[in-house]
């Protein structure tokens, strides 16, 4: 009786919830519950189950974020790549092309960027996802200082799409003045930002305040350091601001 009850429990045990096999549901949970690591682990060992074709596109594409999302380039990359090579991927082809321009802007790859923008694009001008590219292409030309072509194309986010998620960010984009600058704090607590930036004058550096809004209506009081003509400079300029143990980000 006891062999039976350990056999029993073992073979429920196996082909029950203890070891049920995940499925891409569980994927996409832990995706939006932003556990990489899982996500990572559960779409390797659903890449092993002899999925539909369509469902292994995107349980790559979701490796392939999850490495994004954890700085880890050169695999997301390499998968991004793979998806796009592959025709029976279209379905995902779209979110793999977003993805690989993620990665390229994350390198600093910014003409890169816009070659893979142009491509998609020219491919697919009707995709639900083109508000979101034409926010990549004007960011990427702002890293390279190419205001014009970044104000054509803010511009054509605001007035093709003007409901979509990245218009606010477009709007705030085109009302920003055309240089670089370091950003290295934002908070909503103003008191705070103005104390920030009695410290960087001290450090003899210029630094000052810009309030914008946050997606959720909360006003956020940004300080930023420098007036910038070109990249190379803010890079420089961020290079020492980070030595002096600051939080910094290049803007645009």
Sequence with gaps: MFKFLLLFVFVFSASGPLGAAPVLSDLQSAIMDEDYA?????ARDLLIQHLPSVQQAEVRYYLGLSHLRTGEYTEAHDIFRKILSDRSADDVADK????????????????????????????????????????????AN??????????????????????SFEAPVARQLLDEKQYFSVQVGAFGDEGRAHQLVRDLNTRGEYAYIIEAKA????????????????????RGLESRLSGFGYPTLIYP
């Design 142 to 163: 702002l890293k390279l200082g190419r205001w014009n072509q970044a104000r054509e194309a803010l511009e054509q986010v605001v007035a093709q799409y003007p409901d």
């Design 96 to 139: 793999a092309a977003v993805g690989l321009i993620d990665v390229l802007y994350a390198q600093g790859e910014y003409e890169k960027v816009l070659r893979e923008a142009t491509k998609l694009v020219s491919r697919r001008r009707a995709s639900d996802m083109m508000s979101l590219v034409l926010l990549r292409s004007a960011r």
């Design 38 to 42: 899982k996500a990572k682990t559960l």
């Design 215 to 234: 997606a959720d209506g909360r006003v956020l009081y940004r300080v930023r350091v420098g007036k910038l003509t070109s990249l190379e400079e803010a």
